[in-house]
């Protein structure tokens, strides 16, 4: 009869203790997205006092917080969607097309230069913001980079750094027989980059795509400080501008605001989340 194997008592133990460890860690990341999602069906006057109690016949607001939020002050919310959707897009897409593009280049071309630019973008991702903020406030509105279809610009600029990092790692990976195969069949640089590498990047354009669109989709100081609030707001500004008389704010129509802003990116995230780790990890060991 052949032999099972087993493992060993100490191995199981240090598995069962991992995954206890990580099922807590993951609770606690799910329990703010937990509490935002229960008290948006709660009514204002019972959030703060029953902030971790399940809503009551008492304080169940249903569907009213959604529409208050939604219908509240003049501006409306639609429009805070379109934008923040139409920025997320194109930043998003501003980053993977010519970062991807530059780590091609710094990854086959040995220069000097090439490694100033990869350094420097890689010494980007430590800057802190607020050291760049004002200054940046003023260029954009020099520039006019002040409106939803400029802005990408901005995000293309703070975004490359952590872009560039990864997809240059991802790229050293690729032999370069298969772009010298593609020359020897005629193809030039463009198109031995949209033909050949390009597709081969798909792992990290996705894990670059989702990172992005999370931290662009939830930005709420860099559209504060260069967009003009009275004509273009996201929805992380929309929400801000949830207050009533004497700087009063419906915690409940917040609450329902922020649970439907998280919606998108959850979504996308948990479609997507099976290339994260490959992509990552492959942008980031051979970097």
């Known amino acids: 009869m ?3 194997k087993t493992k060993p008592l100490g191995k199981k133990r240090s598995l069962i203790g991992l995954t206890v460890a990580f099922s807590v860690i993951c609770v606690i990341y799910v329990m703010p997205v937990f509490l935002v999602a229960l008290n948006s069906f709660k009514k204002n006057s019972f959030v703060k006092t ?46 993977i097309f010519f970062t991807s593009m530059a780590a091609w280049y710094i990854s086959r071309v040995n220069s000097v230069f090439c490694k100033v630019v990869y350094f420097a973008c890689v010494f980007s991702m430590v800057i802190p913001f607020q050291m760049v903020q004002f200054t940046l406030a003023r260029t954009a509105d020099t520039l006019k980079l002040n ?15 952590l872009a560039v990092f990864m997809f240059t790692g991802f790229v050293k990976s690729i032999p370069l027989e298969i772009e010298e195969a593609a020359a020897i069949d005629g193809c030039g640089p463009f198109r031995t980059y949209f033909k050949v590498v390009f597709p081969m990047l798909k792992p990290t354009i996705i894990s670059v795509a989702i990172l992005e669109i999370m931290w662009v989709w939830n930005d709420y100081l860099l559209p504060y400080l260069v967009l003009d609030k ?55 060991v051979k970097g």
Request: overall charge positive; glycine content about 10%; aromatic content about 16%.
């Open 147 to 161: 409106t939803p279809w400029t802005i990408p610009v901005i995000y293309l600029g703070f975004g490359a750094g």
């Open 50 to 95: 029953e902030t971790f109690k399940w809503p009551t016949a008492e304080s169940f607001a249903g569907f009213e917080n959604f529409i208050t939020g939604v219908t509240f002050g003049g501006y409306p919310f639609w429009q805070s969607v379109l934008y923040s959707l139409l920025i997320t897009v194109l930043s998003t897409a501003l980053i």
């Open 230 to 284: 009275t004509k273009y707001r996201t929805i992380p500004i929309h929400i801000q501008y949830l207050k009533g008389s004497y700087g009063t704010v419906d915690l409940g129509a917040t609450m329902a605001l922020i649970f439907m802003s998280i919606i998108p990116v959850i979504v996308f995230y948990l479609t997507c989340q099976k290339h994260i780790i490959k992509g990552v990890a492959a942008g980031a």
């Open 2 to 4: 052949a032999k099972t």
